[in-house]
């Protein structure tokens, strides 16, 4: 049985002029040789009832016919190419070419979007993943497998559908990605890393942790001649919470230190967001940034770039993860020492950005449960916030003598005014 006669009309076809005559002589061709191949699949599905006989059909080459069958228009030689398929896939030496078949059949269909859409209805994407992972699976199934789906991500109906189906983890690609990435120093690859990392579970993240010291490594390696590299770098180390930064903190930190003060620009976020995570680790690592001197740096970045709002957020990001996440050691430093990093916090208060601020309260509530004085202070700042107009004209005309506390300190102490600074709420 051979298909090849209508490949060779159709070709004569797009040589002869376009004349009703000619179309209707290729229509008539093909319409009797549908029904002698509808005539020959008959006989050769009777004959198939003996085991042997299908065995042999299907040695030489039965299936990818059937398939390429699958093409015509005539709907009784389609239902009898489709049971015949499904009578083969009864066996199990038969699901292998047939399921290949298959496949390639569904890649030539997926280059139209209503086949498209219909094989997303159908719930193909996660079954085109299972056959992924599938252990001994065809080699030669995966390129049409991946082709599939990638025409199936063109459409954004068939998008929110891939999130869910575990495909960024398919047999470690995840860490071959960084592999190459970190091999060519390509920042986009490491992009692409640390955005699947981002919304993935445990298993993206313990394979970026297994890697962290090779990151580490290329970071201080690429800073002064890739620095879209090394921002992707420091990004994707951000990115690990609780990881491995202890010993790696002997390396890191000196390096950090010097890149805050004469690095590039777009680093500075990025080296602050990993300076939080680090702190974020354990007490034993935001000891080792207090004691680097890695606070009064972020403090002079404070004061130098205090109108660039997202690096005034990682800044403080990073003071409020020593405060809470820490011992008391590293708090004693903060509030005692000369870093005035509660005073920084307290004027970042009510930031024009709001989530700065809530940061900052969040950090200060945290010292005003350890520290009294802090808590006044901080009771005192959000009483003359809230009611900033009425202390106005309560205090127009009386300018208060140096020797004073404070202009709130007499509404601080009057009970029928606050009755319950605790009660004070936050920004």
Not at 157 to 167: A, W
Not at 183 to 197: N, W
Not at 336 to 352: K, M, N, S, T
Not at 412 to 417: A, Q, T, V
């Amino acid at each position: 049985m051979n298909c090849d006669g209508t490949a060779h009309w159709k070709e004569e076809l797009s040589r002869t002029p376009d004349d009703e005559r000619s179309r209707r002589k290729f229509v008539g061709l093909t319409r009797r040789q549908d029904q002698l191949l509808r005539v020959c699949l008959y006989l050769l599905l009777n004959v198939a009832e003996e085991a042997r006989s299908e065995i042999k059909m299907v040695n030489r080459g039965l299936v990818p016919m059937l398939v390429e069958c699958l093409d015509r228009e005539q709907t009784d030689l389609l239902l009898l190419a489709v049971c015949f398929l499904k009578k083969l896939s009864i066996y199990y030496e038969n699901q292998e070419p047939l399921a290949s078949a298959v496949l390639r059949l569904l890649l030539n269909l997926s280059f139209d979007r209503s086949h498209r859409a219909a094989m997303s209805a159908a719930g193909l994407i996660p079954k085109l993943v299972q056959l992924l992972v599938k252990e001994g699976r065809a080699a030669s199934d995966e390129t049409p497998a991946l082709c599939i789906l990638y025409h199936l991500s063109l459409d954004d109906r068939c998008k929110s559908q891939f999130p869910y189906t575990g495909l960024h983890a398919v047999a470690g690609a995840l860490e071959k990605l960084l592999e190459r990435a970190l091999r060519d120093a390509d920042a986009l690859y490491l992009r692409l890393v640390r955005t699947v990392a981002q919304h993935s579970g445990a298993a993206c993240g313990a394979a970026l942790a297994s890697n962290a010291e090779a990151l580490c490594t290329a970071l201080l390696q690429h800073s002064s001649t890739e620095s879209d590299f090394a921002v992707e770098c420091a990004s994707t180390l951000a990115q690990l919470e609780g990881g491995p930064f202890g010993k790696l903190l002997d390396r890191l930190l000196p390096w950090i230190r010097s890149r805050l003060a004469e690095g590039p620009d777009e680093l500075l976020v990025p080296l602050v967001q990993l300076v939080a995570t680090v702190a974020r680790s354990n007490e034993t690592c935001a000891r080792a940034i207090v004691q680097q001197g890695l606070v009064v740096d972020l403090t002079g970045l404070l004061r130098a770039r205090q109108e660039d709002d997202q690096l005034v957020l990682q800044v403080a990001y990073v003071f409020d993860a020593l405060i809470a996440s820490s011992g008391t050691a590293v708090r004693e430093t903060l509030v005692r020492g000369a870093q005035e990093v509660p005073a920084y916090l307290l004027d970042l208060l009510h930031d024009r950005n709001a989530e700065v601020g809530r940061v900052c309260s969040h950090a200060l509530s945290v010292l005003a449960h350890y520290y009294p004085e802090w808590d006044r202070r901080l009771r005192e700042a959000r009483f003359c916030w809230h009611n900033a107009q009425w202390l106005a004209v309560v205090q127009s005309g009386e300018a208060p003598e140096e020797h004073e506390e404070g202009p709130c300190e007499q509404f601080l102490d009057r009970s029928d005014l606050l009755s319950n600074g605790s009660a004070a709420s936050d920004p």
